[in-house]
């Protein structure tokens, strides 16, 4: 098993920046391809972007294509969500999750897929 642990949610203004990360603990690191997923209220969980085991792939849902970048250092058993130009509709929880299996340049992207997740941490971006 995996253990994740969010942080750096927080306020800011429209067209502000966040960087979140996810610390991991148990397993080995770089067994899980890696996804950032959000949750505003009232909507269902939605997917934001994941990364492969190596970091080398990645994949975006449209909403962060260009404004938000995924990393992930193997060493350090963190993946990080950089994301820039933040809009008011970007407010939600945003929850960090590990997939296990599949193949070494897997970035899924359903909340199925996804057997790992940590408490989340709350974006808030005003107007």
């Known amino acids: 098993q995996v253990q994740l642990v969010e942080s750096g949610g927080g306020l800011v203004q429209a067209g502000g920046s966040l960087r979140l990360s996810c610390a991991a603990s148990g397993r080995t690191f770089s067994s899980y391809a890696m996804g950032w997923f959000r949750q505003a209220p009232g909507k269902e969980r939605e997917f934001v972007v994941a990364?492969?085991?190596?970091?080398?792939?990645?994949y975006y849902a449209d909403s962060a294509k260009g404004r938000f970048s995924i990393s992930r250092d193997n060493a350090k058993n963190t993946v990080y969500l950089q994301m820039n130009s933040l809009k008011p509709e970007d407010t939600a929880v945003y929850s960090c999750?590990?997939?296990?299996?599949?193949?070494?340049?897997?970035?899924?992207?359903?909340?199925?897929?996804?057997?790992?997740w940590g408490q989340g941490t709350q974006v808030t971006v005003s107007s």
């Open positions: 990364i492969s085991r190596s970091g080398g792939d990645t």
């Open positions: 999750a590990a997939h296990e299996g599949g193949t070494y340049y897997s970035t899924p992207y359903r909340v199925y897929e996804y057997a790992y």
